[in-house]
């Protein structure tokens, strides 16, 4: 059974940069079925993709968040990460990590959709 | 950039149907956004129901169903229960490797 656990601080000082990380176990990072995902929510608000990655490092981010957010991929730690800089108290949000299923790297119509979520992790920024 | 739009929320009784609707801010829904639905309950990772318009993700019950309605995706609960009560959001494949999430829908069964 795949899992996908996120990790990082909790708290994030006004202006830093955000770190997280997205541990997958039960399955292998590079296969060419997947995309791999983050996706956030603030407290009380509704779900937002932020960025994907391909297994072979394609970064594909939320435009309005393009200028701040690095999407990364360690394929030998089994791992994807998340960076977003210069964060406000509008970035205070539970962070998810997400695995999506394609055909190959191509939407089709067997597959395009989150198939397996992490559990999330609230990120406040604060000073 | 374009939004992808849902109903803020609904109200269905126990046992009716309801049909919950993913449209953009402009232009109309095809297949060739790859619809799925995902339901999310407080304090908790959304559960997917529904992908690619209409097939069912492994475990969901059938009286859950997606469709395209007019120019917009569509999640049809048939039967409502009260363990229904939900907030439900749609997605929308926009191409190059990007997805958007429409707004959620505050599903409420009384």
């Known amino acids: 059974q795949l899992q996908l656990q996120e990790s990082g601080p909790g708290l994030v000082k006004p202006s830093e940069t955000l770190s997280l990380t997205c541990t997958v176990s039960?399955?292998?990072?590079?296969?060419?079925?997947?995309?791999w995902g983050w996706i956030r929510q603030p407290p009380g608000k509704g779900l937002e993709w932020i960025a994907s990655?391909?297994?072979?490092?394609?970064?594909y981010y939320k435009p309005s968040l393009k200028s701040r957010v690095t999407i990364s991929v360690d394929t030998s730690k089994n791992q994807f990460s998340l960076k977003l800089s210069s964060v406000t108290a509008a970035d205070t949000a539970v962070y998810y990590c997400?695995?999506?299923?394609?055909?190959?790297?191509?939407?089709?119509?067997?597959?395009?959709?989150?198939?397996?979520w992490g559990q999330g992790t609230l990120v406040t920024v604060s000073s | 950039q374009t939004v992808v739009t849902q109903e803020p929320s609904f109200s269905v009784s126990p046992g009716g149907t309801v049909t919950l609707t993913c449209g953009l801010s402009?232009?109309?829904?095809?297949?060739?956004?790859?619809p799925s639905w995902y339901q999310q309950t407080p304090g908790q990772a959304p559960r997917t129901l529904i992908y690619s318009t209409n097939t069912h993700s492994s475990g969901v019950p059938d009286r859950f169903s997606g469709s395209i309605l007019g120019n917009k995706a569509a999640l049809t609960i048939t039967g409502a229960q009260a363990d229904d009560e939900s907030d439900y959001y749609c997605?929308?494949?926009?191409?190059?490797?990007?997805?958007?999430f429409g707004g959620g829908t505050k599903l409420t069964v009384l």
């Open positions: 990655i391909y297994y072979s490092g394609s970064t």
């Open positions: 997605v929308l494949y926009m191409g190059s490797g990007i997805w958007v």
């Open positions: 997400a695995r999506v299923a394609t055909a190959a790297g191509y939407c089709s119509s067997t597959s395009c959709h989150i198939d397996y």
């Open positions: 402009s232009g109309s829904v095809s297949t060739n956004y790859y």
């Open positions: 039960g399955g292998s990072i590079s296969s060419s079925n997947y995309f």
